[in-house]
């Protein structure tokens, strides 16, 4: 029996813990071979972010595309943060993607004193927030702060190498639309939604970007994309 390739991949600046969730969840399915690379161009090593360039994401894109090329029956792909990014240029070029999940998409480029200064505000008024979530807004803005300018700018190259592909998405997609997300806003959701030309479910949620760290919607985040996956 040939089995459907369920592709994720992750944003930037992070080692990959968000995903972990989701990836357990859809293992279990006998149907699937799902792959969650460890290694992205941009991705949290040690004290530093690496330098990354366009070119070390088209690398990455090539490789992963020739895995998709290999003999699956059906290929999802989903993509969180700027790993949308990511997984929204393989949907473009690669007519074999069956279905697209977009996690709080990062396709612009974010303010990032408002995100900084989101994550802070949050830190404020902390009382709603769990013990892990509390620990990770602080050692992320940590992070953030010893990011090399020129790392920024080469994140933001990207971004902009991104957006020719948008309009060239054809694939049936998910979008999970974080309300109170500190990066992506409605407009950039609203971008998207008009660029992919196929049809597009938004589904928003009353959270941060760090929605897999917030117990009250994560469960129901993976539910869906699950069922999302399923449907016809």
């Not at 990032?112 to 994550?119: A, D, I, T, V, W």
């Amino acid at each position: 029996m040939k089995k459907d390739l369920v592709l994720i991949i992750n944003g930037a600046g992070t080692n990959g813990a968000e995903l972990k969730t989701l990836y357990k969840h859809l293992a279990k399915n006998e149907k699937y071979f799902v792959y969650y690379p460890g290694f992205l161009p941009g991705g949290f090593v040690g004290n530093y972010f690496p330098r990354s360039t366009t070119v070390d994401f088209i690398e990455f894109i090539d490789e992963t595309t020739e895995m998709i090329n290999e003999d699956f029956e059906n290929v999802y792909l989903i993509g969180y943060s700027l790993g949308a990014c990511t997984t929204a240029i393989i949907a473009a070029r690669n007519e074999r993607v069956s279905k697209l999940v977009l996690i709080a998409p990062i396709i612009k480029n974010p303010n990032y004193r408002k995100f900084l200064n989101g994550l802070g505000h949050s830190l404020s008024f902390s009382k709603n927030l769990t013990r892990i979530q509390k620990i990770f807004f602080k050692e992320f803005i940590i992070r953030f702060q010893r990011v090399a300018k020129i790392h920024i700018w080469h994140l933001q190259m990207y971004l902009h190498y991104t957006k020719r592909y948008l309009k060239m998405i054809k694939t049936k997609t998910l979008i999970i639309e974080t309300l109170k997300d500190e990066m992506v806003k409605k407009k950039s959701i609203d971008l998207l939604e008009k660029s992919i030309d196929n049809e597009v479910i938004r589904y928003s949620v009353d959270s941060s970007h760090f929605l897999f760290f917030d117990k009250a919607v994560r469960n129901d985040v993976i539910e869906r994309i699950i069922e999302f996956l399923k449907e016809d």
